[in-house]
């Protein structure tokens, strides 16, 4: 699931590979893109943009409630201490997404009410969204927070084959 995962990201993040012992983390991928509008040269700027996005994957045989908390915790804090909010920062996804043969009822519960969100500076300097995805091996389909719901539509395109579950 994971090389299937990273493959599906490779074309558009930079990905690093993890290896932390206390940790089930296995890979950060990044993502970033800056917009802007000029008027005859690059010194004529009208506006500019920049949005980001930090997915934080995370293997495991079992996702219980403790880990998950723990890997929110860690996902959260990485992901807040690469965010630079100014006047071009627009948004930053922070998505945690947990790959994994089995998980409890409650850690699913936690995962699916998930909701952190951060404005800087009253949305002038932008905002940061916390999205999560389970991939349970076998499971008919993917289990997001109510932010991570176009994750869901994603993990479907990469994992699922003509209505088969590719996991």
Same mark, same amino acid.
């Given at each position: 699931?994971?090389?299937?995962?990273?493959?599906? $990201?490779?074309?558009?993040?930079?990905?690093?590979?993890?290896?932390?012992?206390?940790?089930?983390?296995?890979?950060?991928?990044?993502?970033?893109? *800056? +917009?802007?509008?000029?008027?005859?040269?690059?010194?004529?700027?009208?506006?500019?943009?920049? +949005?980001?996005?930090?997915? $934080?994957? #995370?293997?495991?045989?079992?996702? @219980?409630?403790? =880990?998950? *908390? &723990?890997?929110?915790? %860690?996902? $959260?804090? &990485?992901? /807040?201490?690469?965010?630079?909010?100014?006047?071009?920062?627009?948004?930053?996804?922070? @998505?945690?997404? #947990? =790959?994994?043969? %089995?998980? %409890?009822?409650?850690? *699913?519960?936690?995962?699916?009410?998930?909701?952190?969100? !951060? +404005?800087?500076? #009253?949305?002038?300097?932008?905002?940061?969204?916390?999205?999560?995805?389970?991939?349970?091996?076998?499971?008919? *389909?993917?289990? %997001?927070?109510? +932010?991570?719901?176009?994750?869901? !539509?994603?993990?479907?395109?990469?994992? /699922?084959?003509?209505?088969?579950?590719?996991?």
């Amino acid at each position: 699931m994971l090389e299937k995962l990273l493959r599906a $990201y490779g074309d558009y993040f930079d990905i690093e590979r993890k290896g932390e012992e206390d940790l089930p983390l296995a890979a950060v991928c990044h993502f970033h893109v *800056r +917009s802007a509008k000029y008027v005859l040269m690059k010194k004529a700027e009208l506006w500019s943009a920049a +949005s980001n996005e930090h997915v $934080y994957i #995370f293997s495991m045989p079992e996702l @219980t409630a403790d =880990l998950y *908390r &723990q890997c929110e915790k %860690t996902a $959260y804090e &990485q992901g /807040m201490a690469l965010i630079k909010p100014d006047k071009e920062h627009m948004y930053t996804y922070i @998505t945690a997404v #947990f =790959l994994c043969d %089995t998980c %409890t009822d409650e850690a *699913r519960m936690l995962l699916k009410k998930c909701r952190i969100y !951060k +404005s800087f500076h #009253f949305s002038l300097y932008g905002w940061m969204d916390f999205h999560t995805v389970l991939a349970e091996r076998g499971a008919d *389909r993917f289990l %997001t927070n109510r +932010s991570g719901r176009a994750n869901a !539509k994603l993990m479907e395109n990469i994992f /699922m084959t003509k209505g088969k579950r590719s996991v």
